[in-house]
């Protein structure tokens, strides 16, 4: 009865990270339309769910302490599915447990290759945002006067949009 409890914990972790697959996918749109709003949202849901996920860890950890503890293991250590699998001798039971690890690996691989593109993204549009703000205040005045190499504290950053000195 335990290893059920423990597929089910795996399937309800596996849900909450395909809800954040579908955040992923969305804020890819996001980013990519450049908008902002849209984008606060989707963090906003994704914090929500991450809570969530944290609950179901927790739940997940609760059932494989129960597993252990059926199969008169004292012990609280934290094993993997695969070494937990190992105390399952029913093979039904071990193989269900074994797709739903293999299910979850799965979507957790995809959604972190999709985090990734997404950093990427965000990384893209950065450098955009800086090459265009030089563009249109220019680059900093270094070449305009003589400043002598020791006198470094009278060098100016970027220039404001607007010259106060007009």
């Known amino acids: 009865m335990a290893v059920q409890a423990l597929v089910d914990s795996l399937s309800k972790l596996d849900e909450a990270h395909l809800v954040m697959l579908d955040c992923a996918v969305k804020k890819r749109a996001a980013i990519m339309k450049n908008n902002v709003e849209d984008l606060i949202g989707i963090l906003n849901q994704e914090s929500r769910i991450v ?14 302490y129960a597993f252990l503890q059926e199969r008169g293991v004292k012990s609280q250590l934290n094993l993997t599915i695969t070494e937990l699998s190992r105390l399952v001798f029913d093979p039904e039971e071990k193989k269900s447990l074994l797709d739903m690890q293999k299910q979850l690996s799965d979507t957790l691989h995809r959604l972190k290759e999709l985090n990734d593109l ?16 030089d563009l249109l205040v220019g680059e900093p005045e270094q070449a305009a006067t003589y400043q002598h190499p020791a006198d470094k504290s009278g060098g100016r950053g970027r220039p404001g949009l607007f010259d106060t000195r007009a």
């Open 51 to 64: 809570k969530q996920i944290e609950q179901l860890e927790d739940t997940r950890m609760t059932a494989c």
């Open 118 to 133: 997404n950093q990427k993204l965000i990384e893209q549009s950065l450098t955009f945002l800086d090459y265009s703000l």
